[in-house]
């Protein structure tokens, strides 16, 4: 059983911190990673994906991914109350474009 | 661009009701679909997936059924809900390619009463 794991949180960070979120996965085949986000009460909206070892930014986020540890994190620069949601990290299944999904950390950025 | 489209947005259906959920994309051919429901609290689960017209795979046995009449439709239905079948329901749809992640509609809540 492929499994993805998040801590549930919840993660609550000063307005203007940074907001640190991690992942691990236990398919060492896997080769592409994401990050999406979710508002309470909405459909989860892709903000990012990895696919090599390393950092990747975009913005406020950076996606780093460290394949030998098995290991996906997100750092939130200058979090804002509106970074305020349920941060989800889907791996894709080795061999396959199927995404397992990780429960999701709860992240509040209070003002 | 690509857009999903997933309704009704909410839905209160009494137990042993009959279900019908649909997701249809727009500016893609081929996509592959997804199902899953979201439970309080709980992460995603994967009801079904589909990589073409009348291709359904299910993912756990359930009260629930998929079905594919078209390249950029996707139906899910049940013939009599239970208590348990409440939730957020999600339709999502891929390139069918690696790497590119899924888009998810907007989602239907589901309230079995």
């Known amino acids: 059983q492929k499994e993805v794991e998040q801590n549930s949180g919840p993660l609550s960070v000063p307005e203007g911190a940074i907001a640190s979120l991690n992942c691990t996965y236990s398919?060492?085949?896997?080769?592409?990673f994401f990050w999406y986000r979710q508002y309470s009460g909405k459909s989860p909206e892709l903000i990012m994906s990895?696919?090599?070892?390393g950092d990747k930014e975009d913005g406020r986020f950076t996606a780093q991914l460290n394949k030998a540890s098995q290991y996906v994190s997100l750092l939130i620069r200058d979090s804002q109350p509106s970074d305020s949601a349920t941060y989800l990290c889907?791996?894709?299944?080795?061999?396959?474009?199927?995404?397992?999904f990780g429960k999701g950390t709860k992240l509040t950025v209070n003002p | 661009s690509q857009t999903i489209h997933q309704w009704p947005a909410t839905l209160v259906q009494p137990v042993g009701s009959p279900l019908s959920l649909e997701c249809t994309v727009e500016g893609t051919s081929n996509p592959n679909l997804y199902w899953y429901r979201q439970a309080a609290g709980r992460g995603l689960q994967l009801l079904f997936y589909?990589?073409?017209?009348?291709?359904i795979s299910s993912e756990v046995p359930q009260n629930l059924s998929a079905s594919r009449p078209q390249d950029r439709q996707f139906i899910l239905s049940s013939k009599k809900l239970l208590l348990s079948d409440s939730g957020f329901y999600l339709c999502?749809?891929?390139?069918?390619?690696?790497?590119?992640?899924?888009?998810f509609g907007s989602g239907t809540r589901l309230t079995v009463v």
């Open positions: 589909s990589v073409g017209i009348g291709q």
């Open positions: 999502a749809w891929s390139q069918g390619a690696y790497g590119y992640g899924y888009t």
């Open positions: 398919d060492r085949g896997s080769q592409s």
């Open positions: 990895i696919y090599s070892n």
């Open positions: 889907a791996v894709e299944q080795g061999g396959s474009e199927k995404l397992v």
